[in-house]
Nanobody, 128 residues
């Protein structure tokens, strides 16, 4: 049974930076694309970023391009989401997920309904 555990959430001020981490126990981590999603209060879950198996390819939602960076450390079974210039509208529960895609594409791992495993999420609150 796969397990994804997010950490790094909390309360920050607008303009701050914060890095989220997700440790995955999902077979051979380096074989799978990974993604981050978020869900704000009263809104649907939305894709934030995805990263391919090798880490060479990434894909971002337009709302976070140039501010967020996804990366992975296959030796640590961990995927990260570095978030800079945080805005109040970035307040949400952030989830790590994988669709177990074994390719080197990132854009294909951006559909919530296609994800096979999810973490429990970590809450990020950005005060304005």
């Amino acid at each position: 049974q796969a397990k994804l555990v997010e950490s790094g959430g909390g309360l920050v001020q607008a303009g701050a930076s914060l890095r989220l981490s997700c440790v995955a126990s999902v077979g051979t981590f380096s074989n799978y694309a990974m993604a981050w999603f978020r869900q704000a209060p009263g809104k649907e879950r939305e894709h934030v970023a995805a990263i391919s198996v090798s880490g060479k390819n990434t894909y971002y939602a337009d709302s976070v391009k140039c501010r967020f960076t996804i990366s992975r450390d296959n030796a640590k079974n961990t995927v990260y989401l570095q978030r800079n210039s945080l805005k109040h509208e970035d307040t949400a529960v952030y989830y790590c997920a994988t669709d177990l895609a074994n390719n080197d594409y990132a854009h294909t791992s951006s559909i919530a309904s296609s994800m096979d495993y999810w973490g429990a999420g970590t809450l990020v609150t950005v005060s304005s």
